[in-house]
């Protein structure tokens, strides 16, 4: 979608644990982290909804809650 198409500012979808194939939230910070890379290298922000407590949040995830 990034390469296709470079005015692209954000893209939003559903379900980050379900779209990564990931059955824990406390497994996702390499893809947070490739995701951070991505959203820098391109100028474009991330938006996922992630179904989890607040309190379930791991650290490396909380800078990035809404």
């Known amino acids: 979608v ?5 005015d692209i ?7 980050l644990l ?9 497994k996702s910070d390499d893809l ?5 890379a991505l959203s820098d290298k391109f100028d474009v922000k991330f ?7 607040a309190k379930a949040l791991p650290e490396f995830m909380k800078e990035f809650a809404v």
């Not at 947070?32 to 951070?36: A, D, F, N, T």
């Open 2 to 6: 990034l390469s296709e198409d470079n």
């Open 9 to 15: 500012d954000e893209i939003f979808a559903d379900g």
């Open 18 to 26: 379900k779209l990564a194939h990931l059955e824990e939230i406390s």
């Open 32 to 36: 947070v982290s490739k995701l951070k």
């Open 47 to 53: 938006v996922f909804s992630v179904c989890c407590d």
